[in-house]
């Protein structure tokens, strides 16, 4: 069996949505194998998101990423990588799909930065490095 590392981000926590994302991925199949809640410091946020350093969006995003708690779920499933990315929706909240997380609950706030609810790891390498970093 599968695990990744699923966050609710800072928006998600904030509009009260923990509860809907979480059933969500329950509804789904997925299992919590762990969960925990905390407000993450920029050095972790900075290795969580190590791929975008240097990009336009990096400085906001940890702005963003560290401005109050989220909740680090590791959930577990056959596929469940690829699961709950087509859970979440596209990255873009205001062109992901209905039906999907950032589709249904997201939209474009006017912000510095795409506030979109959750993140799910995208391989089994960042999955295995990105719980590491949150499960340590
Ligand atoms: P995560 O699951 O959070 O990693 O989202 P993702 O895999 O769908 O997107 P990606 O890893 O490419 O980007 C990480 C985060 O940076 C996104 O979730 C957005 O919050 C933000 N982001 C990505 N691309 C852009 C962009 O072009 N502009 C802005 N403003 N923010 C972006
Ligand atoms: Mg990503």
């Known amino acids: 069996t599968e695990e990744t590392l699923i966050l ?34 920029r050095e ?17 995003l940890i702005e963003f990423m560290s401005s109050g708690p989220v909740v680090a779920v590791r ?3 056959n596929r469940v ?3 709950f990315r087509a ?6 909240p205001t062109a ?7 589709g249904d609950l997201g939209r ?9 609810l959750v993140h799910g790891s995208d391989s089994t390498l960042s999955a295995e490095r990105e719980l590491g970093l949150w499960f340590a």
């Open 8 to 41: 609710v981000k800072p928006d998600g926590v904030a509009r009260g949505l923990t509860g809907e994302i979480l059933r969500r991925i329950e509804a789904k199949g997925y299992r919590i194998a762990d969960l925990r809640m905390l407000t993450a410091s």
């Open 44 to 60: 972790l946020l900075a290795e969580h998101y190590e791929e975008h350093e240097g990009k336009p969006f990096f400085e906001p």
């Open 75 to 77: 959930a577990e499933g």
């Open 81 to 83: 990588i690829e699961g």
């Open 87 to 92: 859970l979440a929706g596209t990255t873009d």
């Open 96 to 102: 992901a799909a209905p039906g999907t997380i950032r």
């Open 108 to 116: 474009d706030w006017g912000v510095a930065v795409q506030q979109n």
